[in-house]
């Protein structure tokens, strides 16, 4: 009766366990085969690590996966299975061309076959640095290239749905290299901030082996604050011409005046008077003339030189301060460093 009941106990221990172990997320599981890889658990390591790759495992990322077969690798490596170890570590360079293998971390049988991986397997690779801010045409951009072998290497960076190419570079390196583009279009100008495509061709050096991939990155850029030109003040000019509301009050004036002299000698009483109506008729065409006169030189001479010269040193003043600040953006401007940023996974043509 206790064996049946202690197999019955080890069955709901195990039904108990296996939903448990499906509740892990593939981060803990890879943690898990890592720490048994460390001590030497190997084959439970390879239980764990298999999980993660395992195309049913939709929730594993790619860094996961690639992490998982970089240590898949090395179990099999010193469990003294060669062909398994290589077989994995070319999965990893297919998928991640920069990875290697710390010689602090693993060991010398690990790394000796990891090097025959990387021989059998050509691939190109690219990323960015970490400081990815320069300055076009004073220094390389900051794209970092891989070839698992040597190799010349040609890209070719254009608007993104644009067949027409805006810079072509080539090199030749092995391992990790820096392209010699700066930055620059074919006709030496800066790339305008948006988004490019970014090919690249890789050829071996040693043998007929070629590996191709494209990638979109981001342009940006990072100046100082830009200053904002200065909007002119209308309120600020100065009256340029009288109003002709002055002309008419000089005539109004003047006509006054004459009405008031013809009328003034018959209001005093003096009406019968001939002299002093002669006098009146004089006085009155003297200020209806004057008045005339005054309000035809006001009409043709409304402008006020002196206030135009003004407003035209005003409006000079301020078209300088604004080609000041335009001077100062731009100097800004031309210090401007580029910011490349992918923006997509690298994928094989």
């Known amino acids: ?10 069955l709901m221990l195990a039904g108990i366990t296996r939903p448990l172990a499906a509740q892990r997320t593939p981060g803990e599981v890879l943690s898990r085969g890592v720490i048994l890889y460390e001590e030497l658990q190997l084959e439970r390591a390879v239980t764990l690590l298999r999980e993660v790759v395992s195309p049913g495992n939709t929730a594993a990322t790619m860094v996961e996966r690639v992490q998982s077969m970089k240590y898949l690798g090395a179990a099999f490596a010193l469990l003294g299975q060669r062909d ?5 570590f070319r999965r990893v360079l297919e998928r ?15 790394r000796q076959l990891f090097g025959i991986a990387r021989r059998r397997t050509f691939v190109v690779g690219v990323r960015t640095l970490s400081d990815t801010a320069f300055t076009p045409g004073q220094a ?17 960076v254009g608007r993104v749905g644009e067949a027409e190419p805006l810079a072509a570079f080539r090199w030749t390196g092995e391992g990790a290299s820096e392209s010699p583009w700066d930055g620059l279009d074919q006709n030496g100008a800066r790339l305008a901030p948006g988004r490019y495509q970014l090919d690249v061709t890789a050829s071996a050096t040693t043998d007929s082996a070629s590996d191709t991939l494209s990638v979109r990155f981001d342009v940006s850029y990072d100046h100082e604050p830009l200053e904002d030109s ?15 509301s002055i002309a008419r009050s000089h005539l109004a004036a003047g006509l006054a005046v004459a009405a008031f002299s013809v009328a003034m000698p018959s209001v005093i009483g003096h009406g019968d008077l001939n002299g002093t109506r002669k006098h009146a008729v004089v006085i009155a065409g003297l200020s209806a003339s004057g008045g005339i006169a005054t309000f035809l030189f006001l009409r043709r001479g409304s402008g006020l030189p002196a206030n135009v010269l003004e407003n035209a040193r005003r409006r000079e003043a301020n078209a300088r301060l604004n080609r000041e600040i335009r ?23």
């Not at 009766?1 to 080890?10: C, E, N, S, V, W």
């Not at 390389?140 to 070719?156: G, K």
């Not at 200065?230 to 002709?244: C, G, M, W």
């Open 96 to 110: 991640d061309p920069f990875t290697d293998l710390d010689p602090a971390v693993f060991t010398a049988q690990e």
């Open 327 to 349: 001077e100062r953006n731009e100097a800004r401007l031309a210090r401007a460093r580029m910011i490349i940023t992918l923006a997509s996974t690298e994928s094989r043509r």
């Open 140 to 156: 390389r951009v900051s794209l970092r290239f891989v070839t698992t072998q040597h190799a010349r290497l040609q890209a070719v």
């Open 84 to 88: 398994s170890a290589v077989a994995y």
């Open 230 to 244: 200065l909007a002119f003040d209308l309120t600020s000019l100065l009256p340029e011409r009288r109003p002709p």
């Open 1 to 10: 009766m206790r064996a049946i009941r202690l197999g019955m106990a080890l």
